[in-house]
């Protein structure tokens, strides 16, 4: 069944990082209760809005767990996780993610919680044509972060199906937005506040993503769960267009205001895993009555302006 997020009780696992921290903003104003746990290895306390109730908690702990999933809770947000950006060890990467995902279902499962909206990515599709509808397969990703999200993706549909839980799974297109770090964004202005002559950028700058703005992510999330209502609801979240590195260099450096040279590492990817091309089909989440109010370039365009306030304020209009 869909629901309706206004009174409802919601928890936010990694509530505290760039998706986690806008959501709880959006539901603090009309829900009843809004509580974020996060273990704030990657999310920052200060991100979590005033009025939310903050639980320091670790996923892969059940006693955490057990603290932060409880009975009179309505949905469960699930966004804990590792990404291949920002951890260096991948078994543990693959483990610690699925192993949270687990601990989270079992809790829920046992205290009578029964909706769970999660946060998948287009790492699963691995390279597929474009764009990648929902219903393409096989899916073969070519990273462990997408195997393991793939990995979360099986045991989510296990308990729509076997033990009445409604999912709402969302396939992530790059999402930036302010706070946000460890991205392409970020990552460009600070090489450039640090040396403004020079710019290197891995691969071959030909690498093209559709780049969705943070506050069009969640309106799509709200818009889904309270929407669709199949017992596994899986939805791709994305925009329609897509921006290279290259060009994402030359929106960076004309809102710095700089005109710096451009090294290339080479090959036509950043690093291993990295899936050089990737647009994902929305014509689901519209024929649900959903549009992104930005495209690629408009959200990393104010995606950017975001960032070099915070990071480079120096260079901020």
Known sequence: MHM?????????????????????AEL?????????ADDLSKGDRERVP???????????DGADVADAVT??????????????TNYDDDRELFEENTEMTYNVLERMDE??????????SSTVYGEAPRPTPEDYAPLEPISIYGSSKLADEALLSTY???????????????????????????????KLVDDPATLTILGDGRQEKSYMHVTDCVDAIRHVVEHADADMNTYNLGTRTTTSVTAIADIVSDELGLDPEYEYTGGDRGWTGDVPKMRLS???????????????????E???RQLIAEIAPEYAD
């Open 282 to 300: 929305i014509e689901k989440l519209s024929a649900l009555g959903w549009e992104p109010s930005h495209s690629s370039h408009e959200a990393v």
């Open 50 to 60: 005033d009025g939310a109730e903050f639980v320091e908690a670790d996923m892969t």
């Open 71 to 84: 009975g009179d809770l309505d949905v469960v947000f699930h966004f804990a996780a590792y990404t291949d």
């Open 160 to 190: 729509a199906h076997s033990y009445d839980f409604t999912v709402w799974c969302f396939r992530f297109a790059n999402i930036v937005g302010p706070h946000q770090r460890g991205n392409v964004v970020p990552d460009f202005i600070e």
């Open 4 to 24: 309706e997020l206004s009174d409802a009780r919601v928890l936010i696992t990694g509530g505290a990082g760039l998706v986690g921290s806008h959501l709880a």
């Open 111 to 120: 205290v009578g919680v029964d909706n769970l909206a999660f946060t998948s």
């Open 28 to 36: 603090v104003e009309d829900a009843e209760l809004v509580r974020v």
């Open 302 to 304: 104010r995606a950017t």
